[in-house]
């Protein structure tokens, strides 16, 4: 039997031959990303590190500094950079969101393993990268030694045909997938498929990050030309992609022809099992605020679909809409455009790029009872504020149109014809 | 008992049967830049108010589907501190286990052990060997053992003693 993708990268890194579902194997570590949280004034710093060009520092969650710990965090930060010579420091206004930050300067390349704290990592599977959210403790380790153990996991694989109706965007897909597979904790996800060619790099970072709220180990996508070109802008660093091999084993099969889905929602407080068709709802939700943001969905083609949506039109009373970009770059792009003129005539506010309210740390935490709808990444009970607020989760389109109606809607009429 | 090997354990249950419990309910974004104490006390606070006051070093968890879903903020580092001696669930989430073998919190996946406990049974828990007996009431189950590179890390007390040995920190 081959190997799937997952399979070849951890073989290649751990110098085994075939690897199995099952095995433990102890791997090199390409890309070790370490965000603003993992520093503290008690958290322990190493004495010696194995190879400062393989950490990069981006500062991310808790920017600017909503509190006196956090900016100490930062400062020490600042610190460790400094004194271990780090070059890939993102400080504030110079990056965003660690996942997007990643995937724009090319840090996770095809065939690569990479680290970060954050649960969100399996994002650079986007980019055929293996990788995943580790323990702050084990990211120590790993700055110290260079490696760490994986346990290789059975595979899941989303066999993607067809092309999108323009209604329907990456976070609708992977909603869908969360309706027909639910949780496939204990093993990987791999996409493929003729449909992987039809999906923007955008769409794809979307699916590989939210891969995580069905608790996957990791999320790999194949590097096709879309990919290397891409690549070959931003970085010089050489790669070498891992593809499955047909005769690679899988714990289960879910063919999905985009062409037939339609605009989703998640229902509050868990994603597998719990979505479903927006039109479908079957009840009527009045929201308190809207969110588009995150490295799930702060996206240039966000902020285009909720600028499109937004266009010409005023969001409803009482209700907020707050925008968050994944990175700095992103934001620049959308002013460049015009799409945050757009939103701000609309009433939106646009804030500067953070992890924000999507983990609920500020610029945007939702009171008692109130509703949200959110092309975040996560919607637990309590997750971006009160344990008694409800989060909805759908694509941003559907979140910008929301927002206009003033309650849960499909977006297509909104849409027009552009799309 | 008498044991000391950290992966044989003996000791009370605690059922938290719910699936897919997250790390959140362990250790709220509220807590992050808070004090040791202060974390520990919002364990599972809002989840299950007042178990912070009854649970005793020694105590097992036991855990439903998919258990410590969430982030890798370190929820298994507060129940280790808590001095939970074991947490035995139907699965683990991958994430979490990880954390758990990190700081040196025995655990282990066993299918079916929801049904095998009531709370306050006296669980023996090995783990070195995938089995779980109820001596409560005179039941067996399996589970999925440590492997063996992982026990030596939970057995070294977890990653940060391996790497003041080593000179690291």
């Not at chain 1, 300067?105 to 954050?118: E, F, K, M, R, V």
């Amino acid at each position: 039997m081959g190997m799937t993708m997952a399979e070849k990268i951890l073989s290649r890194h751990s110098g085994n031959g075939r690897v199995r579902p099952g095995d433990i194997v102890v791997c090199d570590v390409d890309k070790i990303i370490q965000i603003d949280l993992t520093f503290s004034a008690t958290a322990p710093m190493p004495k010696r590190i194995v190879d400062p060009g393989k950490i990069a520092v981006i500062l991310d969650h808790a920017v600017p500094a909503p509190t006196i710990a956090d900016a100490e965090g930062q400062s020490i930060a600042r610190k460790f950079v400094k004194d271990f010579g780090i070059d890939k420091f993102y400080d504030l206004g110079r990056g965003g969101i660690c996942h997007q930050v990643v995937l724009e300067n090319g840090l996770a390349l095809p065939g690569q393993i990479l680290t970060c704290t954050d649960s969100h990592t399996c994002a650079s599977g986007a980019f055929n990268c293996v990788a995943r959210g580790m323990g702050p403790l084990e990211m120590l380790q790993i700055m110290c030694t260079g490696k760490t153990w994986y346990q290789v996991a059975p595979t899941v694989r989303f066999e993607l045909s067809g092309r999108k109706p323009p209604n329907v965007f990456g976070k609708d897909v992977f909603l869908h997938l969360a309706d027909i597979a639910g949780s496939v904790e204990g093993h990987n996800i791999e996409f493929g498929g003729p449909g992987v060619a039809e999906l923007t790099l955008d769409d794809r970072a979307t699916l590989a990050t939210m891969a995580a709220e069905l608790s996957a180990e990791f999320a790999t996508f194949p590097a096709d030309n879309k990919v290397a070109e891409y690549l070959r802008s931003v970085t010089q660093e050489q790669f070498d992609p891992a593809e499955s091999d047909a005769d690679a084993e899988y714990a289960a099969t879910y063919p999905v022809d985009l062409s037939q889905l339609r605009p989703y929602v998640a229902r509050p407080d868990f994603i597998p099992h719990n979505t479903l068709p927006v039109t479908e709802l079957g009840e009527d939700v009045p929201i308190d605020q809207a969110f588009v943001g995150s490295c799930a969905n702060g996206k240039l083609e966000d902020f285009r679909v909720a600028a499109q949506v937004v266009r010409g039109r005023k969001i409803a009373p009482r209700v907020r809409f707050i925008v968050t970009p994944s990175s700095q770059r992103v934001l620049k792009e959308a002013v460049r455009l015009g799409y945050v003129e757009t939103l701000l005539e609309a009433g939106a506010m646009v804030t500067n790029s953070t992890c924000g309210a999507c983990y609920g740390g500020h610029m945007g935490v939702v009171g008692p009872n109130e509703v949200c709808i959110t092309s975040s990444t996560r919607n637990f009970k309590g997750r971006m504020g009160s344990p008694s607020a409800r989060i909805y989760m759908a694509s941003s389109a559907t979140v910008a149109a929301s927002a206009v109606a003033g309650r849960i809607c499909d977006p297509t009429a909104y849409l027009g014809d552009e799309v | 008992m008498s044991n000391s090997d950290p992966l044989v354990v003996q000791g009370r249950v605690w059922l938290f049967a719910d699936d897919n419990i997250n790390t959140d309910l362990m250790m709220p974004q509220t807590v992050f830049a808070k004090s040791l104490e202060v974390q520990l006390r919002h364990v599972f606070a809002t989840y299950r108010p007042g178990w912070i006051d009854e649970v005793r070093p020694g105590d097992i968890l036991v855990g439903g589907r998919n258990f410590g879903t969430g982030s890798s903020r370190p929820g298994s580092m507060l129940l280790k501190r808590l001095g939970i001696a074991a947490l035995v669930a139907e699965t683990i989430n991958g994430l979490f286990y990880r954390n758990c073998v990190n700081y040196a919190l025995p655990a282990m996946e066993c299918s079916g052990i929801r049904t095998l406990v009531n709370e306050g049974d006296t669980l023996r828990v090995d783990i070195t060997h995938g089995s779980v007996e109820n001596l409560t009431r005179g039941q067996q189950g399996n589970g999925v053992r440590m492997p063996d590179f992982l026990q030596a890390i939970v057995r070294a007390g977890g990653i940060m003693e391996r790497l003041k040995t080593e000179g690291y920190l």
